[in-house]
């Protein structure tokens, strides 16, 4: 029984005009009542439409095709065939991250995130951070522009910008990145099992002000953040049999 099929297509000129070449040839119906998800656009896009499905508790597999500009989450944008590269995708597993944020006024806020959770300084002054792993202080002060969470998908994203490790989708592993560390000097972060629980106290947090950043969500003032791996809400993408996306984050490793 073929499945019930949604179309989704960001506002871009390329999106669109792909939306506009497939949807006259195939069976599609609405979002709400699909089984299955294709998303046209870019990576960023693809994020827009994971989370969407996030906030409606939804377990979607999703198909994207590149209509964007790097697409390292999407396959490759053809017309034709589409049902048959469907049945042939193969399926990966993504869990995301849960932040656990509370701001200097005391408002709380939950937010997943599919790549990364960052912390970034928002004035000149370098943040001071306090880092907390499993209950145990492990840097008692880093002095620095950021920090960041990263899952193994986005490990590949503003992770590897900022000289992080590249880790394989099925390593079960976070990676735990300073941004321009100024003290410790020597400290380029950390591999931790995706079972961690990872606190960041922001010192000084009124003179020297940080945000959290889920993915494209910003909350601005913060003075605790906890990050967790949330295993109850896992998403799945589908790729082509030879454009895994395990394959692309080992050949990565090799990119110069």
Known sequence: MQPKIALVASNAPAGQEAEAELRPLYDFVDLAEADMLIALGGDGFLL???HQL?????????????RGTVGFLMNEFRVG?????LAAARPFLIHPLCGDIVTLSGERHILPAINEISLLRETRQAAKLEVVIN???????????????????????YNLSANGPILPLESEMLA??????????RWRGAILPESSSIRFNVRE????????????????????????TDRSRPLTLLFDPDQGLDERIATEQFMF
């Open 54 to 66: 996030l906030d409606q508790r939804r377990s979607l597999p999703v198909f994207g095709m590149n």
């Open 205 to 228: 947090a009124a003179k020297r002000p940080v945000s959290a950043v889920a993915d494209q969500r910003e909350i601005r003032d913060v003075k605790t953040v906890h990050v967790t």
């Open 81 to 85: 065939g589409l049902i048959d590269r």
């Open 48 to 50: 827009h439409m994971l």
């Open 135 to 157: 209950d145990r202080t492990m840097l008692e002060k880093l002095a620095c522009d950021g920090v960041l969470v990263a899952t193994p998908a986005g490990s590949t994203a």
């Open 176 to 185: 735990l990145t300073p941004i321009s560390p100024f003290r410790p000097r």
